[in-house]
């Protein structure tokens, strides 16, 4: 009787291992199925928004070449008017009509051209660089736009400047882009200092690694909390005429770096938005 038990136990495990085996293989090709068929639609997905991105770059290009002729022909007609024999008052008002055309048709052309800096392709040509250089020539350039809006500009760099191996003009852009949204936040607000920083700094990362921080910080209105949740969301804004992109764009070139973004701020005292950078390799020191 206990041999027949035995023999039945010994039955009776094979039979559930082989069904507990089979089950296993089936679920392991359903869950291979099921990936296979994810991988598909996202490669599906990912070359559907390619050739979005595609045929929207292409639209931008075509809209954009008779912008410009629409511009150029604003400012013709605008000529001719004055010069015409019209009775001045009506003169005035279809100068003033005109120069609103040709004001709206400057703007899209911006919009645009925000647009394809942001969608197309980010080619970057990396070379050794200053960074003390590269913030010099920027402040100098930047420097009578600081002044026009009533800001003081000032530059904190170290004794030796880090050497990076970067793209230039791409950084001085992104640095570029994060100074014109300090200035227009200082703009808006009636009193107080209008200082806008640009300080260069080198340490280590949170995973101990060298990296060097560009700070652009300005002692503007700040950036409440919910604002800062949606201030790196493409076409974002809080600035009339604004297009939203030059945030977007600027961190988007960072990252392009192996670098990253921080935003530090505070309603009432200031921002202080930060480019992480990985720091020179041991081999380049």
Same mark, same amino acid.
């Given at each position: ?12 495990? @094979? ?10 293989? #089936? ?5 291979? =199925?099921?990936?296979?068929?994810? #991988? ?19 639209? @931008?290009? &075509?809209?954009? $070449? *008779? ?5 150029? $022909? ?7 008017? &004055?010069?015409?024999?019209? &009775?001045?008052? %009506?003169?005035?008002?279809? =100068?003033?009509?005109?120069?609103? +055309?040709?004001? %709206?048709? %400057?703007? +899209? ?22 960074? $003390? ?9 930047? #420097?009578p736009t600081a002044e026009n809006a009533g800001v003081r500009l000032r530059i904190e760099t170290p004794p030796v ?12 852009? #992104? ?7 300090? =200035? $227009? ?16 700094t080198s340490g280590t990362d949170d995973h101990d690694q060298a990296c060097v921080s560009i700070h652009v910080t ?15 969301? *493409? ?12 945030? *977007? ?17 505070? =309603? ?13 390799? *041991?081999?380049?020191?």
């Open positions: 009787m206990s041999l027949t038990l035995g023999i039945m136990l010994v039955l009776c495990g @094979a039979f559930i291992g082989g069904a507990l085996a089979y089950i296993l293989a #089936a679920r392991r090709v359903r869950l291979s =199925v099921a990936r296979e068929q994810l #991988a598909q639609r996202r490669a599906q997905a990912a070359e559907h928004l390619a050739e979005i991105g595609s045929m929207t770059g292409g639209l @931008a290009h &075509e809209i954009k $070449n *008779p912008l410009s002729t629409i511009g150029l $022909n604003a400012q013709l007609l605008k000529e001719a008017i &004055e010069d015409s024999a019209i &009775e001045h008052g %009506e003169k005035q008002r279809l =100068v003033r009509r005109i120069e609103a +055309l040709a004001r %709206e048709t %400057e703007r +899209l052309r911006g919009i645009l051209e925000d647009f394809l800096e942001y969608a197309g392709e980010l080619r970057l040509s990396l070379a050794n660089a200053s960074i $003390n250089q590269l913030v010099q020539e920027l402040t100098d350039f930047f #420097a400047s880090p050497e990076l191996h970067i793209d230039a003009y791409h950084l001085k852009q #992104a640095l570029l882009n994060l100074m014109l949204n300090a =200035v $227009n936040a200082m703009e808006q607000q009636d009193s107080g200092t209008k200082d806008l920083i640009l300080r260069v300005d002692t503007g209105p700040g950036i409440d909390e919910e604002t800062r949740s949606k201030i790196f969301r *493409p076409y974002f804004t809080t600035r009339s005429g604004g297009t939203g992109l030059g945030l *977007p764009t600027a961190r988007r070139i960072i990252e392009a770096h192996q670098g990253h973004l921080e935003l530090h701020s505070e =309603v009432g005292k200031g921002t202080d938005f930060v480019i992480v950078l990985p720091g020179p390799s *041991p081999e380049s020191t």
